[in-house]
């Protein structure tokens, strides 16, 4: 599942909750846990839980600031996902 529109909100939504960021400040975003109240500040903005459809074999490329979750395979087939990371530098951060 993806939550479309988040991904031009991602930064937006750390910066507007800072007072919200563990000490030492908001260290993990990508993989960050996010409330239902948290969500719900998305949800004002318009964005909305999808589902995407995928068949044998399909690839499936999003980059990590779309907010998204996955869940186990239902059924007898298994379902293979492999996550893949690329870092890249931008203004002398990687």
């Known amino acids: ?7 031009p ?3 937006e939504f750390f910066a ?25 500040w998305f949800y004002d903005r318009g964005c909305e839980w999808k589902k995407v459809e995928a068949n ?4 499936i490329l999003w ?3 779309l907010i998204h979750y996955g869940a186990a395979a ?7 996902a492999t996550c893949e990371c690329q870092c890249v530098e ?4 990687v």
């Open 1 to 7: 599942m993806i939550l479309q529109g988040s991904y």
């Open 9 to 11: 909100l991602y930064s």
């Open 16 to 40: 507007a909750h800072e007072h919200e960021a563990p000490p030492g400040g908001w260290e993990w975003k990508d993989s960050y846990h996010f409330t239902e109240s948290q969500l719900k």
């Open 56 to 59: 044998a074999g399909d690839v």
């Open 63 to 65: 980059d990590s600031r």
């Open 74 to 80: 239902e059924g007898d087939r298994p379902r293979v």
């Open 90 to 93: 931008a203004e002398g951060q």
